[in-house]
T-cell receptor, first 109, second 115 residues
Framework: GIQVEQSPPDLILQEGANSTLRCNFS?????LQWFHQNPWGQLINLFY???GTKQNGRLSATTVATERYSLLYISSSQTTDSGVYFC???????????FGKGTKLTVNP | GAVVSQHPSWVICKSGTSVKIECRSL??????MFWYRQFPKQSLMLMAT?????????EQGVEKDKFLINHASLTLSTLTVTSAHPEDSSFYIC???????????FGPGTRLTVL
């Protein structure tokens, strides 16, 4: 099956700093989503981005499907950005999402 | 739109008992729902695909007789953990998507603790 690798596994920032999270996948995809899992476990949809670039406030994402990677940018980070960020993909005719192992982000005041 | 709910949010049960978890799509109909399990500090692992009106399909290594799935209506799927044991303690999360759309939406999860 498809492999999803996220880096870095852990990231510690000071409030106000910018960061880039990466997601590499091993095959072509029909869906790629970025999620933020909050401390209570809820997965928050950030982006649906199988290709191209999107922005939402301080967050933006870019997926280069031909090179099989996606990047999530967080600018001017805030303590509330802390949590685990997951990349998940599906491929072919499947709707099943396969998750990466996540990046744990800690933003210190 | 595209809200998925789960009930209960958390449950504690004794070893050997069965526990039922509900997943509902609140503002759309879902012919397909997914059940995931997440152990502490790990990622989400797909357990099974729930299909309205037909049998669920299970991922390799998931015991279908232990994790019973029923998708009786277009807005409700249930996961029953039968004869639960402490190793079944985990965070269970369901997912669904509106017809014709690709993005998946997730419920808030159910934390199961088996004593």
């Amino acid at each position: 099956g498809i492999q999803v690798e996220q880096s870095p596994p852990d990231l510690i920032l000071q409030e106000g700093a910018n960061s880039t999270l990466r997601c590499n996948f091993s095959d072509s995809v029909n869906n790629l989503q970025w999620f933020h899992q909050n401390p209570w476990g809820q997965l928050i949809n950030l982006f649906y981005i199988p290709s191209g670039t999107k922005q939402n406030g301080r967050l933006s994402a870019t997926t280069v499907a031909t090179e099989r990677y996606s990047l999530l940018y967080i600018s001017s980070s805030q303590t509330t950005d802390s949590g685990v960020y997951f990349c998940a993909v599906s491929q072919g005719g499947s709707e099943k999402l396969v998750f990466g192992k996540g990046t744990k982000l800690t933003v210190n005041p | 739109g595209a809200v998925v709910s789960q009930h209960p949010s958390w449950v504690i049960c004794k070893s050997g008992t069965s526990v039922k978890i509900e997943c509902r799509s609140l503002d759309f109909q879902a012919t397909t729902m997914f059940w995931y399990r997440q152990f502490p500090k790990q990622s989400l692992m797909l357990m099974a695909t729930s299909n309205e009106g037909s049998k669920a399909t299970y991922e390799q290594g998931v015991e279908k007789d232990k994790f019973l799935i029923n998708h009786a209506s277009l807005t409700l799927s249930t996961l029953t953990v039968t004869s639960a044991h402490p190793e079944d303690s985990s965070f269970y999360i369901c997912s669904a998507f509106p017809p014709g759309l690709r993005p998946k939406f997730f419920g808030p999860g159910t934390r199961l603790t088996v004593l």
